[in-house]
């Protein structure tokens, strides 16, 4: 039974009267107070993840830039801006989430394959750290921009070093047969194609080989790489004075063993330590991930023929990641099992009219009944950044809790104010309203 609790951290998660309590704050209270579901972050836990992180890169002088795509609530950035953060941006909104949050335009950089014109200018404007390119279009693309701004953008090539990260297909992006970066052997173009681009300077070099990556490995095989290539860049003539490393470092959702921060510190340290380039990684799951989960209310307890379903309010348009990537996460009950409790299988499933909506198939969990709140695990990041509104539902709240008390950080968007967003043009009529 002890396994149940194994993915809430003993850092933040406490029993009180009974139930499950984040930071001293009863669940079952914030589900009173808020409605279900909702996303559910520890202010504690974010901190802690951050200066493990932290503590273990500094002596390295290795900068951190927090991949905002893994959850970009203002109150979640503004804690990590006040630790010190960057920010790994992939879009022109999340550099406004960046700033919003409290991180500097100087902490910036700018990732991702399709950037447009009007999202380049706006980080050359905000005057970010780095803008990451993915491609010799891009490179010109930025040379035009920044020249018609008269400023010079300082760009780090992201390069694909073809390495298998060994994680789920559709999180690998370092292999030569992913859309990201160019390929290592196509980066001598550079010496000629640089002289021509008089509005950008390459100041590095960028790699990112994929996210949820379990083992030291493939960071070894990529950064190895990216020495050598730095190595040859200079030979070559480029000042290589930064190199970013990206992001991935996986984490437990069940048992697995995740790389420790000092595992990824010695990795760093080995392979491109010496090399007098200003490093920085872009990390987001491993900071947010087990920060944050999904409170969820049974609706229904449904015997079918062959198994039991336990059906639930929240829905993949909530939490998407079980139906992309058939992810796992694990569920526990907010009220405490007693020590004899009678365990039964389910399938967790949400409303939605997708067999894709499932959580959790033959899950052994406490006897489960009609009212009853559970937690999804681990639900921390690429949670309520990949929420929608299918099947017109309401946007997902979150709530943060901080040394006992809890504030609804993102408010729930009913389906109301979701139709004040949409209009109906006047040659259809009236028959609306
Ligand atoms: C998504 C992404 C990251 C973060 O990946 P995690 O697995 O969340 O650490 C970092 N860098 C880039 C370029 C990304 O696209």
């Not at 336990?310 to 992309?324: E, F, S």
Request: a negative charge; charged letters at 25%.
């Amino acid at each position: 039974m002890t396994d149940l609790f194994r993915r809430l951290p003993a850092s933040c998660w406490s029993a009180r009267e009974g139930e499950l309590a984040l930071e001293g704050v009863k669940v079952s209270e914030i589900a009173n107070a808020v409605g279900t579901p909702f996303y559910l972050y520890s202010a504690a836990r974010l901190r802690e993840n951050w200066r493990t992180l932290a503590d273990a890169l500094s002596p390295l002088g290795v900068a951190i830039h927090y991949a905002m795509k893994a959850c970009a609530n203002k109150a979640v950035v503004s804690i990590l801006a006040a630790e010190g953060a960057g920010a790994d941006i992939v879009s022109g909104g999340e550099l406004t989430r960046a700033l919003g949050g409290g991180i500097p335009a100087s902490k910036v950089v700018f990732s991702g394959v399709g950037k447009t014109d009007a999202e380049i200018a706006q980080a050359l404007r905000a005057g970010i750290h780095q803008i990451n390119a993915e491609s010799y279009e891009e490179l010109w693309r930025i040379d035009r921009i920044a020249g018609e701004l008269g400023v010079v953008a300082k760009v780090a090539l992201r390069v694909n070093p073809d390495v298998d990260a060994d994680t789920h297909a559709k999180i690998t992006t370092g292999k030569k047969d992913n859309k990201f970066g160019v390929d290592a052997h196509r980066l001598g173009r550079l010496d000629n194609e640089l002289k021509a681009m008089a509005n950008l300077r390459l100041v590095g070099l960028a790699v990112h080989i994929g996210s949820q990556i379990l083992t030291t490995k493939p960071f070894e095989e990529a950064y190895g790489r990216m020495r050598r290539l730095v190595l040859a860049m200079r030979e070559r003539g480029h000042a290589i004075e930064r190199l970013d490393l990206g992001g991935g470092f996986g984490i437990p959702y069940r048992n697995e063993q995740a790389p420790s921060a000092a595992e990824i510190a010695e990795v760093i340290r080995a392979t491109v330590g010496d090399l007098g380039c200003a490093l920085a990684v872009e990390p987001g799951r491993s900071i947010v991930a087990d920060a944050g989960v999904l409170v969820t209310r049974v609706e229904f307890v449904k015997e079918g023929t062959e198994r039991a379903f336990a059906v639930v309010d929240a829905g993949m348009n909530d939490l998407m990641r079980p139906a992309m990537y058939d992810s796992h996460h694990d569920i526990v009950p907010v009220r405490l099992p007693d020590a004899d409790a009678d365990f039964t299988t389910y399938d967790v499933v949400g409303p939605i009219c997708e067999s894709s909506d499932t959580f959790a198939k033959r899950r052994s969990l406490p006897r489960l009944a009609a009212g009853d709140l559970v937690v999804m695990a681990t639900a921390g990041a690429y949670g309520a950044t990949m929420a929608g509104t299918y099947n017109a539902r309401a946007l997902v709240p979150e709530v943060l809790v901080e040394a006992g008390r809890f504030a609804v950080v993102r408010r729930r968007v009913s389906v109301e104010e979701q139709l004040g967003w949409e209009a109906s043009p006047d040659w259809l009529g009236s028959a609306a309203g």
